[in-house]
Structures are given as structure tokens and as C-alpha cells.
């Protein structure tokens, strides 16, 4: 059996005010909450949007739709928002001026990294907040 073959990826960009430049925000449709599991739990894994295994147990992003069906139980509900500019995963500085920028606004965040986008959970009722707040951050590369 051969690898499906992988399709090429565009540059990954590790310049801060060229990231920055070219920023945008776009918001999943719907809310998302983390529920937690002691042990890897298949069902809902193969629901999660996001995953992570600690040492305490399993936590999973579902849809909050996907987690009332099931009775699960939730303290944080978020909106997700995903940068679509592709940064590298070693770049430095993206995270921290979208940290700065929500923070000055009271606005708390959850950080996903993706091999192509960064993911926020941000509270669903600041969503728009949020936003607002990150396409502030977005100007010229020689304007900085």
C-alpha cells in the first residue's frame, strides 16, 4: 500500500510584520466547549474538533451541540476563531501579539496550533470583540 500523496503547502511565512499584514480572522460557525475524560474515549474523539492528551486525562473540543446530545457537562463556551495566515510553527511573535491584543481588551483565549492555522476559542459572547480586536492588529508591513 502507498502514502496518498500529500499536496504541496504554501511557504510558511516567519516574519511577524509580514504575518501580521496579511491577518484575518474567520469564525466557525457554531460554539465549541472543552469536555474532559479520565481515559481516551473513541466516541468522543471521533466527534472532536481538538484534542489533548495530559497526564489527568483526555480533553476534547466538541461542538456544543455535539456535547448537549450527550449530556455532557462544560464550564467554557467559545467561539472559534482561525488566522488564516499561515505561519510557521517555529515563527515567533504571532502569539503573542494576538495574546496582547485580546488581553488589553479583557478578552481570555484558548491558542490551537494547526500545521496551517492558528485556532482561538475565545468566549462565544466576546466573539465579536475579538475580532475587532484582531483586525486592529493588522497593518502594512512597512507601517510597523
Known sequence: MTAAPVAARPVAERDLALMLASLD???????????????????????????????????????????????????????????????????VGLTAAVSAALSARGIACNVLAGLHHDHLLVPAERAADAVAALAALRRPADAR
Open 25 to 91: 480572522v474567520r469564525r466557525r460557525a457554531g460554539e465549541y466547549v472543552y469536555v474532559a475524560s479520565i481515559q481516551h474515549d473513541p466516541e468522543l474523539a471521533a466527534l472532536a474538533h481538538a484534542s489533548v492528551r495530559e497526564d489527568e486525562g483526555a480533553s476534547y473540543v466538541l461542538a456544543r451541540a455535539d456535547a448537549d446530545a450527550r449530556g455532557l457537562g462544560y464550564d467554557f463556551v467559545a467561539a472559534w476563531l482561525s488566522l488564516s495566515v499561515h505561519s510557521a510553527l517555529d515563527a
